[in-house]
């Protein structure tokens, strides 16, 4: 079977593509870390918070199996959205957690136990109760109105 000189370059071209896919994957990996937000700990709680941008996300989402509670903020329409501040309390009624500015996702490792979440946004307030067992991670979407 002959090969046309066009047909040729083509296929050379693919097979350099598949070639190189593994590695160009690599190295995307690779760079991701330099997109990770900072990794902040508060009264022995982790948390993390980010996710502007495709690169800042994807990076974020590659540490997902650290945390027990996921936290995503979006508006009406889908978009993500940050600025967010956060609350935290314990059945106690105790201030377990306080962030402010965060992104459009929260990542955050609790202890076992029923929390309050309280969410401020644009003097938008929004509330929801969760409970962490070490069995699961727990993910909360927020949807905030336009």
């Given at each position: 079977?002959?090969?046309?000189?066009?047909?040729?370059?083509?296929?050379?071209?693919?097979?350099?593509?598949?070639?190189?896919?593994?590695?160009?994957?690599?190295?995307?990996?690779?760079?991701?870390?330099?997109?990770?937000?900072?990794?902040?700990?508060?009264?022995?709680?982790?948390?993390?918070?980010?996710?502007y941008?495709?690169?800042?996300?994807?990076?974020l989402?590659?540490?997902?199996?650290?945390?027990?509670?996921i936290?995503?903020?979006?508006?009406?329409?889908?978009?993500?959205?940050?600025?967010?501040?956060?609350?935290?309390?314990?059945?106690?009624?105790?201030?377990?957690?306080?962030?402010?500015?965060?992104?459009?996702?929260?990542?955050?490792?609790?202890?076992?136990?029923?929390?309050?979440?309280?969410?401020?946004?644009?003097?938008?307030?929004?509330?929801?109760?969760?409970?962490?067992?070490?069995?699961?991670?727990?993910?909360?979407?927020?949807?905030?109105?336009?």
């Amino acid at each position: 079977m002959e090969i046309n000189g066009k047909l040729k370059g083509i296929l050379v071209a693919c097979l350099l593509v598949m070639m190189a896919s593994p590695a160009l994957a690599r190295e995307n990996r690779d760079n991701s870390s330099q997109f990770l937000p900072k990794v902040i700990q508060q009264d022995g709680i982790t948390y993390t918070t980010g996710g502007y941008g495709l690169n800042e996300r994807h990076a974020l989402e590659s540490t997902v199996k650290q945390y027990n509670l996921i936290v995503s903020n979006a508006d009406k329409k889908g978009e993500f959205t940050g600025d967010i501040e956060f609350l935290v309390t314990n059945k106690g009624k105790h201030e377990t957690l306080t962030v402010k500015d965060a992104g459009p996702l929260l990542y955050a490792k609790l202890p076992a136990g029923n929390y309050v979440i309280k969410a401020v946004s644009n003097h938008k307030k929004l509330e929801r109760t969760v409970s962490i067992t070490g069995k699961k991670q727990d993910r909360m979407y927020l949807i905030w109105p336009s």
